[in-house]
């Protein structure tokens, strides 16, 4: 799968991730994706919810070792 740009945000806590996520979606184009590192476990839920409501895709989630690995896809 081929990645945009990518977002390192391990070591943040809520709502850090999210707020991040959107700025760097902000600069991005349509269709674009961005490939995000999370250590939060909070960020499951919160990656699910914020796709649902802003309509980007949630294309991808891993779980391994304590970090988090989510592929959005931006509307």
Do not use: W
Not at 9 to 28: D, E, F, H, Y
């Amino acid at each position: 799968m081929h990645i945009d740009q990518e977002l390192d945000v391990r070591g943040l806590v809520c709502p850090l991730p999210i707020l991040r996520t959107k700025q760097s979606l902000a600069n991005m184009s349509s269709g674009q994706t961005l490939r995000i590192t999370a250590t939060d476990p909070a960020s499951v839920i919160d990656f699910q919810v914020f796709s649902d409501q802003t309509g980007n895709a949630l294309l991808f989630l891993l779980q391994d070792s304590g970090e988090y690995i989510f592929i959005l896809k931006k509307k």
